[in-house]
C-alpha cells in the first residue's frame, strides 16, 4: 500500500470527450483517498469542457498531439512546466506507451508513477494489468483499490459534469423550447473511428417513427458529420419537425449540454454524447457494434440502454488488427455487418421503453 501523504499529484488522460468523462469517477474517488492533495489534470484540447468546472481538479493543463518537430518542443516544454510544480504521485489513465513516458518525464524521479502494464511499463513505479472486460472506469477505480485499499459502491461509478451556472442565450432556449418534446440523436461518431457508426436509413426509419408520433428530433453533429446527417434526411419520408443542429465541441460545448440536458431521451452510438447523457441523467439508448459495452457503455444506476449483436469476430474494437489489414472487409466507409445486423424495429421498441 502506498503511504498516503501526498501533497500534489498529477492525473493524465488525454482522448476524446466520452474518454475524459469515464476519468471523473476517479477523480472524485481520488479526493476521498486524498481530502487534502492539490490535483492537477492533463486533457486534450476537445475535452477540456469535460472537466472545466470540476471541484476536484486545482489545474487543467492542455496536451496536443503535435506530430512535426516543433510539436515536440512544445511537449517537451509542459513536461518542464509540469516537473518544476513538483509532484509527489502521479497517475496515468492511459494504455500507450507515449503518455506514460510523458507521466514519466513530468514528474521527478521521487515521484511515485501508477498505471496500467504494457509497452513503457517500466516508466512506471506501480503497474496493473488493464482489462478490455471490465468497464473503463472500473479499471481506473481498480488502481486506487489495488494500491490504497479504497472501497467502491456502485455510486462511485457515476461521472460528473458540472455545467457552469450560466443562463442560456435567449436565442438557444427559445430554438429548444418551440421542439416542445424531442428525442436526440447523434448518429455521428469520432473521426478516427466511422466504423461504430449505425446505417442512414436505419436513423430515417427512427426519424419518421418519432415524425408520425408528433415528436421533435433534433439531429446534432460537427460539420464534418454533415454528409451522414444529409443522407439520413434524404431518407426520411415524413419531413417535418427536424432540426439539424451543429455543435462544434470545441466552440460550441455549452450548447450542445443544453441540447443534451432537454432531450427526452437521446440515441447514439458508442461515441462521447452517450456518456454526455449518462452525466446528466437523461435517459439514452447506444447502439454498439466494434466495441464492448460492458466495457465503455453506459453503466451505474439510472435509464439506459444498449443494443449489441454477437458477432464471432467481435468486439473486435480492442484488437491489435482493428485498423489493419484483417479488418480491411469492415473498413471500407460504410457501417460494418455488426452495426447493419441492428434493426429499426430493435431500436424502435427500446426507445419506447426509455421514451
Request: glycine share 6%; with cysteine.
Amino acid at each position: 500500500m502506498i503511504h498516503k501523504d501526498m501533497k500534489k499529484i498529477l492525473v493524465i488522460r488525454v482522448g476524446n470527450m466520452g474518454d475524459v468523462l469515464m476519468a471523473t469517477p476517479f477523480l472524485r474517488a481520488l479526493h476521498k483517498v486524498f481530502p487534502l492533495s492539490e490535483v492537477d489534470f492533463v486533457t486534450s484540447p476537445q475535452a477540456y469542457g469535460i472537466v472545466a468546472n470540476n471541484p476536484y481538479v486545482k489545474n487543467i493543463f492542455i496536451y496536443k498531439k503535435y506530430k512535426d518537430f516543433w510539436g515536440g518542443i512544445r511537449r517537451e516544454m509542459l513536461c518542464r512546466r509540469l516537473k518544476a510544480r513538483g509532484y509527489d504521485l502521479c497517475f496515468v489513465l492511459e494504455e500507450h506507451p507515449q503518455y506514460k513516458d510523458f507521466g514519466s518525464r513530468s514528474v521527478s524521479s521521487k515521484a511515485l508513477k501508477v498505471g496500467f502494464s504494457g509497452q513503457k511499463e517500466e516508466c512506471l513505479t506501480y503497474k496493473l494489468d488493464f482489462s478490455h472486460d471490465k468497464h473503463v472506469i472500473e479499471n481506473y477505480l481498480n488502481m486506487l483499490q489495488e494500491f490504497f485499499q479504497a472501497e467502491f459502491t456502485e455510486d462511485d461509478l457515476s461521472m460528473d459534469l458540472i455545467v457552469r451556472n450560466t443562463t442560456a442565450a435567449d436565442q438557444l432556449k427559445q430554438e429548444v423550447k418551440s421542439l416542445g418534446k424531442y428525442v436526440l440523436i447523434h448518429p455521428g461518431t469520432t473521426e478516427y473511428l466511422p466504423y461504430r457508426s449505425w446505417t442512414p436509413e436505419g436513423y430515417a426509419q427512427i426519424i419518421d417513427d418519432f415524425q408520425e408520433k408528433g415528436i421533435a428530433v433534433l439531429l446534432t453533429g460537427q460539420a464534418m458529420h454533415q454528409p451522414l446527417i444529409d443522407q439520413i434526411l434524404k431518407q426520411c419520408k415524413i419531413q417535418g419537425r427536424v432540426a439539424n443542429i451543429h455543435c462544434l465541441l470545441d466552440k460550441d460545448f455549452d450548447d450542445l449540454i443544453y441540447y443534451i440536458q432537454n432531450a427526452s431521451v437521446v440515441l447514439c452510438s458508442d461515441t462521447g454524447v452517450l456518456h454526455v447523457a449518462r452525466a446528466l441523467n437523461v435517459p439514452v439508448l447506444g447502439l454498439f457494434g466494434p466495441s464492448n459495452p460492458q466495457h465503455t457503455g453506459a453503466i451505474g444506476k439510472g435509464v439506459y440502454g444498449f443494443i449489441r449483436n454477437d458477432f464471432p469476430c467481435g468486439p473486435c474494437n480492442y484488437s491489435p488488427q482493428y485498423r489493419y489489414e484483417e479488418k480491411k472487409s469492415c473498413l471500407d466507409g460504410n457501417p460494418p455487418p455488426c452495426m447493419r445486423s441492428i434493426t429499426a424495429d430493435r431500436v424502435k421498441i427500446l426507445l419506447r421503453k426509455l421514451n
